[in-house]
């Protein structure tokens, strides 16, 4: 057997981190005692490419490692019948030998295969090439009842034996020497509860121990200890080096290289992975997607570790890699999923686990720069690429119609994806994100647009879409596709965000401007605020503000704003809700008492300025389309405007070419005067009374979408739409509306 302590003795800077690996179970879970563990550092992924070696064997799709020694490796999977089968792949011919005692496999970093049942029975075989030796071990014969395998290291079986009384237990370490079986206590103290074998190097192993102390008669502690001991020989582990570690389980980890030495441990809640080594004393406490972490291995001074297999949600779980020299340094991804590790002689990892264009065993071992780098030992053949396939995507949508919704499809190569949509603005960057719901069979993924952007009718203009579809079960890098959609929208005089629906504005006492952006469709006669959105402060140096509509050759709406020098300033719409640095048009409006705007009176398709001065003579100042001339000289319409209160361009409400005008007189009657096209207006028609309720009335332009411009009236007991009907003899009918509710008297200026 002499030659069998050559290949472990060859260990040298090997990681030996011990582990039992049953078939289709991966690597040992955390222990369900840890909850609420703090947050590290989110990893970034690696960039690192991945080598191959020639002629790469096939790896069955369902096996994990367990071993791997110099000629060799132990494979663990579940058959088409239910059944655990475990197999030996030769490196040298990709040959594969089934191995037929027991279910479970044992981590020994060499090429003599442990398997055993999972309780107290042990098998042992030499795997290499014209090698005969094997053995069996019932441990219950070999040491008592209940004893139980916790470590192995080559040809050496760690064994924890309970003494028969208070739960304590022994230590030993059976082994195979020279053809005879040598049993050796490893542990001193009669009051040791627990052992865990969980690193070697060449001579050296690192035990994790618990032991009860006794500080009076009647009460004890049980404290947890870390012990380096020699691998072979008569020490007993309490004659090594030992230190004072926080609390630990069996399904603690850890390794040992020349430099380091790393261990699993459960500190607070929190699972803890600690390095120490020449200068180095570093704990990373993990968060509760890796409270299952383990080590897998330290490469030069990098440490690997994660939680393998899946996590509870279903994502995959990475191999990470950290430094633990620079404290600065953020751990990344090595592998994008993993599921289990074997320990080879020469100090190099074995990992069952995918990167997104490989899945397979990998040779993890130091490369360029002292980082680990990666090999592909197995590939197992799996289809990793997911793709997309086709897309049902219209090119261009009209929103106008009220409730239209637009369908979009895409067709992935395999249906177990996620696949996420992104519907970016081109102009201003707003975006919509959603999460596409998973199709029952087929690879189809849709998503119905509402036609909405962060919560509003979506604005008009360029849209691309990208969605990126992610495999489910962690193989294989995520698939993109991108494309572009053209919305329209007809253009409403009282919209600032260019998405075709009113818009309207409202100054507050301290000058405060805000917008609320309505839905252009009603429910149940009722028409709802979408969201409001404060504007700019600095408003109450203006006398008079009014909404005039598109009067500067944009598609949006603008404002005039007269300050108490009698200035008039224009302020452009932006199409984003918000306003162009002021233009002055002139001086001089001080002389006006009301000034409106919004309706085109004479038949050019822009809208015109209307204006009464004090003594009641009403003007027109005709839209230019010019932004820094935007109205030509005032023509006289005529006497006898001081008699309303309130006067209102509501563009074309009764049906004809030109714009209308509401007036509301000092008794509260409203009357409509119709535009001729030619600058004036036909004979008054009276509309109602009662109007004497609302401090303000808005030219508020389509607010339902039926194409006719509307009128919104508010007053501190009330708010109501008052949509047009295209008649001259009753232009308007009332809905209601959630605009301003509750909210009585707190503007002074609505428009």
């Given at each position: 057997m002499a030659s069998v302590h050559t290949a472990r003795r060859r260990l040298g800077a090997c990681v030996a981190t011990v582990l039992a690996v049953t078939v289709g179970a991966g690597l040992p879970a955390a222990p369900a005692a840890v909850a609420d563990p703090a947050a590290t550092t989110a990893p970034v992924a690696s960039t690192g490419a991945v080598a191959t070696t020639a002629g790469e064997a096939d790896l069955p799709l369902g096996a994990d490692v367990v071993s791997t020694g110099d000629t060799g490796y132990l494979t663990s999977r579940v058959d088409d019948s239910g059944g655990r089968v475990l197999e030996w792949h030769r490196y040298a011919d990709g040959s594969v030998?089934?191995?037929?005692?027991?279910?479970?496999?044992?981590?020994?970093?060499?090429?003599?295969v442990v398997t055993g049942d999972g309780g107290g029975t042990v098998h042992l075989r030499d795997m290499r090439e014209g090698a005969a030796w094997s053995a069996s071990y019932d441990l219950a014969t070999e040491f008592a009842p209940g004893a139980t395998l916790v470590g192995v290291v080559g040809d050496s079986l760690f064994v924890k034996v309970p003494t028969g009384s208070g739960g304590y237990q022994e230590l030993w370490q059976l082994s195979h020497v020279d053809g005879v079986s040598r049993k050796t206590k490893r542990s001193a103290n009669p009051y040791s509860t627990d052992f865990k074998v969980v690193a070697s190097t060449s001579d050296v192993l690192i035990v994790l121990s618990s032991n009860r102390v006794f500080p009076s008669s009647s009460t004890f502690r049980t404290e947890y200890w870390k012990t380096r001991t020699t691998l072979d020989g008569d020490a007993v582990i309490e004659s090594g080096s030992r230190a004072n570690i926080a609390p630990w389980t069996q399904a603690s980890t850890g390794a040992r290289t020349a430099d380091y030495e790393a261990w699993v441990e459960y500190r607070a809640g929190?699972?803890?992975?600690?390095?120490?080594?020449?200068?180095?004393?570093?704990?990373?406490?993990?968060?509760?997607?890796?409270?299952?972490?383990?080590?897998?291995?330290?490469?030069?001074?990098?440490?690997?570790?994660?939680?393998?297999?899946?996590?509870?949600?279903?994502?995959?779980?990475?191999?990470?890699?950290?430094?633990?020299?620079?404290?600065?340094?953020?751990?990344?991804?090595?592998?994008?999923?993993?599921?289990?590790?074997?320990?080879?002689?020469?100090?190099?990892?074995?990992?069952?686990?995918?990167?997104?264009?490989?899945?397979?065993?990998?040779?993890?071992?130091?490369?360029?720069?002292?980082?680990?780098?990666?090999?592909?030992?197995?590939?197992?053949?799996?289809?990793?690429?997911?793709?997309?396939?086709?897309?049902?995507?219209?090119?261009?949508?009209?929103?106008?119609?009220?409730?239209?919704?637009?369908?979009?499809?895409?067709?992935?190569?395999?249906?177990?994806?996620?696949?996420?949509?992104?519907?970016?603005?081109?102009?201003?960057?707003?975006?919509?994100?959603?999460?596409?719901?998973?199709?029952?069979?087929?690879?189809?993924?849709?998503f119905v647009w509402n036609g909405l952007l962060d919560g509003v009718s979506a604005p008009n203009g360029a849209y691309t879409w990208q969605i990126t579809a992610t495999p489910a079960d962690g193989v294989g890098a995520p698939?993109?596709?991108?494309?572009?959609?053209?919305?329209?929208?007809?253009?409403?005089?009282?919209?600032?965000?260019?998405?075709?629906?009113?818009d309207v504005l409202a100054r507050d006492a301290s000058g405060v401007l805000w917008r609320d952006d309505l839905f252009?469709?009603?429910?149940?006669?009722?028409?709802?605020?979408?969201?409001?959105?404060?504007?700019?402060?600095?408003?109450q140096a203006?006398?008079?503000?009014?909404?005039?509509?598109?009067?500067?050759?944009?598609?949006?709406?603008?404002?005039?704003?007269?300050?108490?020098?009698?200035?008039?300033?224009?302020?452009?719409?932006?199409?984003?809700?918000?306003?162009?640095?002021?233009?002055?048009?002139?001086?001089?409006?001080?002389?006006?008492?009301?000034?409106?705007?919004?309706?085109?009176?004479?038949?050019?398709?822009?809208?015109?300025?209307?204006?009464?001065?004090?003594?009641?003579?009403?003007?027109?100042h005709k839209n230019t389309g010019s932004s820094s001339a935007p109205f030509a000289a005032r023509v006289r319409l005529g006497g006898g405007w001081q008699?309303?209160?309130?006067?209102?361009?509501?563009?074309?409400?009764?049906?004809?070419?030109?714009?209308?005008?509401?007036?509301?007189?000092?008794?509260?009657?409203?009357?409509?005067?119709?535009?001729?096209?030619?600058?004036?207006?036909?004979?008054?028609?009276?509309?109602?009374?009662?109007?004497?309720?609302?401090?303000?009335?808005?030219?508020?332009?389509?607010?339902?979408?039926?194409?006719?411009?509307?009128?919104?009236?508010?007053?501190?007991?009330?708010?109501?739409?008052?949509?047009?009907t295209g008649s001259a003899t009753a232009p308007l009918g009332r809905l209601t509306t959630d605009l301003y509710t509750g909210e009585g008297a707190r503007f002074d200026t609505v428009l």
């Amino acid at each position: 057997m002499a030659s069998v302590h050559t290949a472990r003795r060859r260990l040298g800077a090997c990681v030996a981190t011990v582990l039992a690996v049953t078939v289709g179970a991966g690597l040992p879970a955390a222990p369900a005692a840890v909850a609420d563990p703090a947050a590290t550092t989110a990893p970034v992924a690696s960039t690192g490419a991945v080598a191959t070696t020639a002629g790469e064997a096939d790896l069955p799709l369902g096996a994990d490692v367990v071993s791997t020694g110099d000629t060799g490796y132990l494979t663990s999977r579940v058959d088409d019948s239910g059944g655990r089968v475990l197999e030996w792949h030769r490196y040298a011919d990709g040959s594969v030998l089934p191995i037929s005692t027991g279910a479970v496999g044992h981590d020994s970093a060499s090429d003599v295969v442990v398997t055993g049942d999972g309780g107290g029975t042990v098998h042992l075989r030499d795997m290499r090439e014209g090698a005969a030796w094997s053995a069996s071990y019932d441990l219950a014969t070999e040491f008592a009842p209940g004893a139980t395998l916790v470590g192995v290291v080559g040809d050496s079986l760690f064994v924890k034996v309970p003494t028969g009384s208070g739960g304590y237990q022994e230590l030993w370490q059976l082994s195979h020497v020279d053809g005879v079986s040598r049993k050796t206590k490893r542990s001193a103290n009669p009051y040791s509860t627990d052992f865990k074998v969980v690193a070697s190097t060449s001579d050296v192993l690192i035990v994790l121990s618990s032991n009860r102390v006794f500080p009076s008669s009647s009460t004890f502690r049980t404290e947890y200890w870390k012990t380096r001991t020699t691998l072979d020989g008569d020490a007993v582990i309490e004659s090594g080096s030992r230190a004072n570690i926080a609390p630990w389980t069996q399904a603690s980890t850890g390794a040992r290289t020349a430099d380091y030495e790393a261990w699993v441990e459960y500190r607070a809640g929190a699972t803890e992975l600690v390095v120490e080594g020449t200068r180095v004393h570093r704990r990373f406490a993990l968060d509760s997607s890796l409270s299952g972490a383990v080590i897998a291995g330290i490469t030069r001074d990098t440490l690997l570790y994660g939680a393998p297999g899946r996590a509870a949600d279903g994502t995959p779980s990475p191999l990470y890699a950290r430094s633990v020299t620079d404290s600065t340094a953020a751990p990344y991804t090595l592998l994008e999923h993993f599921s289990s590790v074997a320990h080879a002689p020469d100090g190099s990892l074995l990992v069952r686990g995918a990167t997104a264009d490989t899945d397979g065993l990998f040779r993890v071992r130091e490369g360029d720069g002292g980082l680990p780098g990666l090999t592909l030992v197995a590939d197992t053949g799996r289809l990793k690429a997911v793709e997309v396939t086709g897309s049902t995507v219209p090119t261009a949508v009209s929103l106008e119609k009220p409730g239209t919704t637009v369908p979009l499809e895409w067709t992935l190569s395999r249906a177990n994806a996620t696949v996420d949509l992104t519907l970016t603005h081109t102009a201003t960057g707003g975006k919509l994100t959603e999460r596409l719901s998973r199709p029952a069979s087929d690879g189809r993924f849709g998503f119905v647009w509402n036609g909405l952007l962060d919560g509003v009718s979506a604005p008009n203009g360029a849209y691309t879409w990208q969605i990126t579809a992610t495999p489910a079960d962690g193989v294989g890098a995520p698939a993109t596709a991108r494309g572009s959609i053209q919305v329209s929208r007809r253009a409403d005089p009282h919209d600032f965000t260019d998405n075709g629906s009113t818009d309207v504005l409202a100054r507050d006492a301290s000058g405060v401007l805000w917008r609320d952006d309505l839905f252009d469709w009603s429910s149940d006669g009722r028409v709802t605020v979408a969201r409001r959105t404060r504007v700019g402060s600095g408003w109450q140096a203006y006398n008079q503000i009014a909404a005039v509509g598109n009067i500067a050759g944009t598609p949006t709406g603008d404002l005039v704003a007269r300050d108490a020098a009698g200035v008039l300033w224009m302020y452009q719409g932006n199409g984003r809700g918000g306003f162009a640095t002021r233009v002055k048009v002139s001086a001089g409006w001080q002389s006006y008492k009301k000034i409106t705007g919004g309706s085109d009176l004479t038949g050019d398709g822009r809208p015109d300025l209307l204006a009464a001065d004090a003594s009641g003579v009403l003007w027109l100042h005709k839209n230019t389309g010019s932004s820094s001339a935007p109205f030509a000289a005032r023509v006289r319409l005529g006497g006898g405007w001081q008699i309303y209160d309130r006067i209102t361009a509501v563009g074309d409400i009764a049906g004809s070419t030109a714009g209308d005008l509401v007036a509301r007189d000092t008794a509260g009657v409203l009357w409509m005067y119709q535009g001729n096209g030619k600058g004036g207006f036909t004979a008054r028609v009276r509309i109602g009374s009662g109007w004497k309720a609302f401090a303000h009335l808005v030219a508020a332009g389509d607010v339902d979408a039926d194409g006719r411009p509307d009128l919104i009236a508010h007053g501190p007991n009330g708010t109501y739409v008052y949509r047009s009907t295209g008649s001259a003899t009753a232009p308007l009918g009332r809905l209601t509306t959630d605009l301003y509710t509750g909210e009585g008297a707190r503007f002074d200026t609505v428009l």
